[in-house]
């Protein structure tokens, strides 16, 4: 069974940087996009950025050049790189992953929370 696991969330004050890490485990055969989005309180899940599998990246207007998406394809693992937090990234931030395992299916992880104090 495919999970996907992230970490490196936390409490940061305004200004300072994150690495998000996001490993996918069990029998996969091929990831074919990789994404990162986030849900504050009280509105929609966003997308933050996404990865394809030749390496395209898009990112959500909001993050002008402060966040870096990149990934391992070695160890099935994602990063999301972010400098210059804002209180409004301020979100719990899931990790997506659209795979091969047995078949072709969309993976979230659980999330986990990002917390920028002003």
């Known amino acids: 069974q495919v999970q996907l696991l992230e970490s490196g969330g936390g409490l940061v004050q305004a200004g300072e940087s994150l690495r998000l890490s996001c490993a996918a485990s069990g029998s996969i055969l091929r990831v074919n996009v990789w994404g990162w989005y986030r849900q504050a309180p009280g509105k929609e899940r966003e997308l933050v950025a996404s990865i394809t599998n030749v390496g395209s990246t898009n990112y959500g207007d909001f993050v002008k050049g402060r966040f870096t998406i990149s990934r391992n394809i070695a160890v099935n693992t994602v990063y999301l790189r972010m400098n210059s937090l804002k209180p409004d990234d301020t979100a719990v931030y899931f990790c997506?992953?659209?795979?091969?395992?047995?078949?072709?299916?969309?993976?979230w992880g659980r999330g986990t929370q990002v917390t920028v104090s002003s």
């Open positions: 997506n992953a659209r795979l091969q395992g047995s078949s072709w299916d969309n993976y």
